[in-house]
């Protein structure tokens, strides 16, 4: 018989950390950081909308784009959130989750050969999907020296005369690092000057600490050329949801909807309800949320810095992002060991292109995070003896 | 009152024994500025008082509570503020409001069984002068009390890892 792997998919490496996963499985005590997903169940009111939708036979396709009530509402929040005024009929796209709105965005804008500059570390999805879509993803690193931000140097060094797209996630998962307005305008110059276009993956953008989330399609310079995504996974606690979207101007949504409804015709209609719900009557509960994740960053970053693991503060995103150099070890020693030996899963950095740096989620209750860093504390003496 | 002071207000109604040190990283200041603020915030009143929330029941005595609504025939010059704080002052009342609608004062009282709620209608509230009628509603279970869920629910499973 023939070997029927496509070769696209043979290039695409494996998930970093199925190792980790296995050795997990075989504890029942795991305390683990290493989940990028709210510990919060959705707030009941978005849940009792889909309920109640399904009990009414509401169980249909909807429009490939997504209810017009949920474009309608998208359009309205991101204007008055962040400044990014979208047309919700021929701008916004409705979407199964962000995951899927970053394939079609990458796919809508990507050829064979171009080169895609992906600010690293970051979700590991990126840099598969433009391999999927024949391009080839060149990494821009941000270090811990910026806190994790993307510099216009950085983005000049790597530009070659295939570069077309850059890939930017703020607020940054695994780094929690943000991006101000000067930030943005800084690098938005860059992409002008090569006439790059900007993909911007915003699903973190309401878990910002201190001060506001900047959006960067609403700097006029880039709003013709940012493809923006965003969901309400993090921000809702709607993970299983699966409900993100993709904003643009026309000429990119038109490209990026063939796509969507070819391979995925359209998002879950009860989940779009959900979401439709969420924005209408889910800020007060996505505010608690978002205080709680504030306070335990406090109480979590000044333990691991305690601790020796030295951390700057996240301003985003619920991870910290400490270096393990101080113990000599590499990250995905200091991961093993920290869970063969302590039950305390966290995620490699290597595996988020942060070597040197582990991410710990903090999407966990405070009692838990108390133990995690009392075992993690434990594995540190263990480790000087 | 600043948002710190509304974030040391909102922990320590969730939990009244939380360390001042684990407030003051929170709230990103020194104990000795928490330690200001939250005598401020008593002296204000704005924190009334620190209690436990007990679950009688869970502890083994099961106790009785009752909702009582009373239609009140208002008093020239006090309305029902006189009579509020006469039945305010029994031991057994646990809340007691001026309501809207269809009556005008309701009560939570606590009692050990429902003789003793029965008495205690019967016997000290309705026939205080002003209570034209009373009507008592015994709590057959309860769900939720002060913001807490009281059934336990499973945790649901999560994987170990996910990007």
């Not at chain 1, 900047?214 to 949801?241: C, Q, V």
């Not at chain 2, 050990?112 to 008592?136: C, K, L, N």
């Amino acid at each position: 018989m023939r070997d029927f792997i496509s070769e696209r998919a043979r290039v695409i490496p494996p998930s970093g950390i199925r190792k980790f996963f296995d050795i997990a499985l075989t504890m029942d005590d795991v305390i683990s950081l290493g989940v990028g997903e709210p510990d919060f169940c959705t707030p009941w009111n978005i849940c009792e909308a889909s309920i109640y939708s399904i009990e009414q036979g509401v169980t249909n396709y909807t429009s490939n784009k997504g209810t017009p009530q949920l474009r309608a509402a998208i359009s309205r929040y991101l204007d008055a959130r962040f400044h990014t005024p979208y047309d919700p009929e021929s701008e916004i796209i409705v979407t199964n989750g962000v995951s899927e709105a970053v394939d079609i965005a990458i796919r809508s804008v990507v050829d064979a050969g171009d080169e895609v500059l992906v600010a690293e570390p970051c979700y590991v999805s990126y840099s598969p999907c433009v391999t999927l879509a024949g391009g080839t993803p060149v990494p821009v690193p941000c270090t811990a020296e910026t806190e994790f931000r993307l510099t216009a140097d950085a983005l000049m060094e790597r530009i070659t005369g295939r570069s077309k797209v850059v890939i930017a996630n703020f607020p940054n998962n695994p780094t929690g690092g943000t991006m101000s307005e000067a930030d943005y305008r800084a690098v938005a110059d860059v992409i002008v000057d090569h006439d790059l276009l900007l993909i911007s993956d915003e699903v973190y953008a309401e878990l910002t600490y201190d001060g506001q989330h900047f959006s960067p399609a609403s700097l006029p310079d880039l709003a013709e050329r940012t493809i923006t995504l965003n969901g309400f996974s993090k921000a809702f606690a709607m993970t299983g949801w699966r409900i993100g979207y993709l904003c643009a101007p026309p000429q990119i949504t038109t490209a990026a909807l063939k796509i969507h409804q070819y391979v995925a015709l359209c998002a879950p209609v009860m989940a779009q309800i959900a979401a439709y719900e969420a924005l209408r009557n889910g800020a007060a509960e996505m505010n608690a949320m978002v205080r709680e994740y504030h306070v335990r960053r406090n109480l979590f970053v000044d333990g691991l810095n305690r601790l020796g693991l030295t951390c700057h503060v996240p301003k985003g995103a619920f991870y910290a992002f400490p270096s393990v150099e101080s113990t000599g070890m590499t990250d995905p020693e200091f991961a093993e060991s920290l869970l063969r030996e302590q039950h305390v899963a966290v995620v490699p950095g290597s595996v988020l292109g942060g070597p040197g740096h582990v991410r710990c989620a903090y999407a966990v209750s405070r009692a838990d995070l108390k133990t995690a860093l009392e075992r993690m504390e434990a594995f540190l003496c263990g480790l000087k003896t | 009152m600043d948002e710190t002071d509304r974030l040391l207000l909102r922990e320590l109604e969730e939990n009244c024994r939380i360390p001042l040190g684990e407030l003051a990283v929170m709230a990103e200041c020194d104990e000795r500025e928490v330690e200001e603020r939250i005598r401020k915030l008593e002296e204000l009143g704005a924190i009334r008082k620190y209690a436990a929330f007990v679950d009688w029941e869970r502890a083994g005595d099961g106790l009785v509570t009752a909702v009582i609504e009373l239609k009140v025939s208002p008093e020239r010059d006090y309305g029902y503020d006189r009579i509020a704080d006469r039945i305010a002052r029994f031991r057994q009342v646990r809340s007691l409001r001026l309501m809207t609608g269809a009556y005008d004062l309701q009560l939570l009282v606590v009692g050990g069984s429902m003789h003793e709620i029965a008495r205690f209608v019967s016997e000290q509230i309705a026939p205080m002068d002003s209570i034209r009628e009373t009507a008592t509603h015994i709590t057959m279970k309860s769900y939720k009390e002060n913001g807490t869920i009281l059934a336990e629910h499973d945790e649901v499973e999560r994987l170990p890892y996910s990007f």
